[in-house]
């Protein structure tokens, strides 16, 4: 399929919803606390869920490192353009939001190859002046098609913040999925940064498994890597402090509560030389 770059002026070619059947998107959202989901999402969520209590809060923690990596790169670094492929489906504090809220005029192209997320764009595509945000819909195993409709809107002659949150899994060739991401940083200018996020099972491995178990029967397979797999996607760049943690201990921001637990998902921001 060749990728379309979506301004939200208009409806055509939006697919008709499956109820029926749940879906990896509505699923995640449902953890998120999002209202994009419906009862067979809700009850393979739940299957998850007993199987795996923790999959929420790393549901949420994944979501509350995106916000600081994104702030600290619109921020401190001074990016304003990002490329967050794999977004899924909208929820609160989207990379657009985070980044133009530090920057007003920073520019954001979502991708993802998923059909529901193009029903949902319209909702991604709220900036106002002089920012500017687009989507895409395309994979990430086809990443020309992506740089050249990201070109559309993104100066891919200046530094771009690489979003990969949560995606990588659904390549489950390791050579692969390290392939795809040299390429697309390959074609990114010095100065950008990949950031990036995936699921692992050291902190509770046996409910991982299960959890693993349960997506594939599910028909959604996802592969779990170990913090050594994820580490090697940052080849070539400098990796930033704190390294390749849980994402609950990417720079945390002080509270009330204390530290935060260890949760299933690595991340890390590493700079393009």
Known sequence: MSAGLVDG????????????APHAARVWNYFLGGKDHFPA???????????YPGI??????SRSFLGR??????????????????????????TH????????????????NDPLVLVHAHALLTSAPPGMT???????????????????????????????????????????????VRYLMNALPSGSHLVFED???????????????????????YRLRTPEQIARFFDGLTLLEPGVVSVSRWRPEPSQFGEAPEVDAMCGVGRKP
Do not use: H, W
């Open 9 to 20: 002026s208009g409806d055509e070619g939006r697919p008709r919803l499956d109820t029926s």
């Open 41 to 51: 999402d809700r009850e393979l969520g739940d299957q998850i869920k007993q199987a």
């Open 56 to 61: 929420v809060d790393l549901a949420r923690q």
């Open 69 to 94: 990596a994104v702030r600290y790169l619109a921020g401190e670094v001074g990016v304003r353009q990002f490329l967050d492929i794999g977004t899924g489906l909208p929820t609160a504090a989207n």
């Open 97 to 112: 939001e985070v980044a133009q809220r530090v920057a007003p005029e920073s520019r954001i192209v979502y991708v993802d």
């Open 134 to 180: 687009a989507y895409i819909e395309a994979d990430v195993r086809d990443p020309g098609t992506i740089l050249e409709a990201a070109a559309k809107t993104l100066d891919l002659a200046e530094p771009v913040g690489l979003m990969l949150l949560g995606v990588m899994g659904q390549v489950l060739d390791d050579e692969e999925a390290y392939g795809l």
């Open 199 to 221: 699921g692992t099972k050291v902190v509770a491995p046996e409910a991982a498994d299960e959890a693993e178990r349960i997506r594939a029967e599910a028909g959604d397979p």
